[in-house]
């Protein structure tokens, strides 16, 4: 007799609307510089929700960055990538993603493909990122109320697609900035706006 699997658990946030935690969230870009180097900088300043469906592939994600957040630790560099050579903040002062199509990959592992529209220096552009569900746990802080789930991300982006300038040829060959930029997510989702949370350390205004 064959016998038949159960089937597979499903992993993540139950239906509902499920909002970005900017605090216990990390967005990672890292660029080639020089040609030769790497360099890693954050992406702090993000807000955004998750409207998760019965059928997960309903899902929609909505996310605003604050382009002037960037930090890669050198402030002239931060800077730089912030005026009107690279990113020109002042004119093109948020970063938005809107999902289009969410495909699961393996319930079993949490994995799945995000897709989305991504405006950046005032252009949008269609943008792919490979996601898993990392697990849940109670808020520390409030444990009786909030509740979280993590997940990772990653995904690459070319500057040229959205018109951001690479700084012009380096001497040795090669731009100041490359074309290529990875991105990479860890981010948490809590199903409590976390705004008063954040005004109560001082993170908003």
Not at 49 to 58: F, G, S
Request: charged content about 25%; aromatic content about 8%.
């Amino acid at each position: 007799m064959t016998s038949v699997p159960p089937p597979e658990e499903a992993l993540g946030p139950e239906p509902g609307t499920w909002h970005l935690d900017p605090v216990h969230s990390c967005i990672v870009f890292v660029a080639r510089y020089l040609r030769f180097g790497r360099v890693q900088g954050t992406i702090s300043d993000a807000r955004g929700a998750v409207a998760v469906a019965e059928d997960p592939a309903d899902s929609t994600v909505e996310v605003s960055i604050r382009a002037a957040s960037l930090n890669t630790g050198v402030q002239a560099r931060d800077d730089h990538l912030r005026s009107a050579d690279f990113l020109d903040v002042e004119r093109f002062p948020e970063i938005r993603f809107t999902s289009t199509r969410v495909q699961e990959r393996s319930r079993a592992k949490g994995t799945f493909h995000l897709d989305g529209d991504l405006t950046l220096h005032g252009t949008t552009r269609p943008v792919s990122l490979d996601c898993q569900w990392a697990g849940e746990a109670p808020d520390y802080a409030d444990p009786d109320n909030t509740y979280g789930h993590f997940f990772a991300g990653n995904g690459q982006i070319r500057l040229s697609d959205f018109g951001v300038g690479d700084g012009g040829p380096v001497p040795w060959g090669g731009r100041l900035v490359g074309d290529t930029v990875d991105i990479v997510l860890e981010v948490r989702l809590q199903n409590r706006d976390p705004i008063h949370f954040l005004r109560s350390i001082g993170h908003v205004a």
